[in-house]
T-cell receptor
Framework: NAGVTQTPKFRILKIGQSMTLQCAQDMNHNYMYWYRQDPGMGLKLIYYSVGAGITDKGEVPNGYNVSRSTTEDFPLRLELAAPSQTSVYFC??????????FGPGTRLTVL | AQKVTQAQTEISVVEKEDVTLDCVYETRDTTYYLFWYKQPPSGELVFLIRRNSFDEQNEISGRYSWNFQKSTSSFNFTITASQVVDSAVYFCALINTNAGKSTFGDGTTLTVKP
């Protein structure tokens, strides 16, 4: 099993550009999460999903969008990138409220 | 609304000392789960423990132990005889059982010096 995979690992965006961060899991987990981690800070929940077709906002959803059309994939869309979105983005999945398995993260810089 | 507070931003100890990391949470829900995760300098997140809101038994796993006290809304983590390899950022987290929404604390950076 690959676990949770995220692509890309690194990305530099210009202000105003858009991009999609990809996240996939092969553990048949129903719950999936997107977090951002700013330097020296904790994980802030952006969006989460408790199953295919169901998504909900977390603590910091502004500037992001998600979709969950399959159990395996949970892409995060950034529209009109801003310097404040410079962060490390982690995707995670879990079987219900059991432990979350995290991807390796995507380091995004917006200049 | 739910909240997790880790008041200790940074802790530094010398190897073999015992150290306790504090975690205080707030939630209106009666059923929830509490977690601890470790983030070593390499950056990955590693699961350490899960505890549900109905189970206040303390747990010990090797040099690690956890003390859950519902009366004070605390879920503290103790490392006994710390080692340099314990140096990491430790996060406490809470998940709402009904909605599945998770909240992490800001983390405690533990440095263990040889």
């Amino acid at each position: 099993n690959a676990g949770v995979t995220q692509t890309p690992k690194f990305r530099i965006l210009k202000i105003g550009q858009s991009m999609t961060l990809q996240c996939a899991q092969d553990m048949n987990h129903n719950y999936m999460y997107w977090y951002r981690q700013d330097p020296g800070m904790g994980l802030k929940l952006i969006y989460y999903s408790v199953g295919a077709g169901i998504t909900d906002k977390g603590e910091v959803p502004n500037g992001y969008n998600v979709s969950r059309s399959t159990t395996e994939d949970f892409p995060l869309r950034l529209e009109l990138a801003a310097p404040s979105q410079t962060s490390v983005y982690f995707c995670a999945s879990s079987y219900g409220v059991y432990e979350q398995f995290f991807g390796p993260g995507t380091r995004l810089t917006v200049l | 609304a739910q909240k997790v507070t880790q008041a200790q931003t940074e802790i530094s100890v010398v190897e073999k000392e015992d150290v306790t990391l504090d975690c205080v949470y707030e939630t209106r829900d009666t059923t929830y789960y509490l977690f601890w995760y470790k983030q070593p300098p390499s950056g990955e997140l590693v699961f350490l423990i899960r505890r549900n809101s109905f189970d206040e038994q303390n747990e010990i796993s090797g040099r690690y132990s956890w003390n859950f006290q519902k009366s004070t809304s605390s879920f503290n983590f103790t490392i006994t005889a710390s080692q340099v390899v314990d140096s990491a950022v430790y996060f406490c987290a809470l998940i709402n059982t009904n909605a599945g929404k998770s909240t992490f604390g800001d983390g405690t950076t533990l440095t263990v010096k040889p």
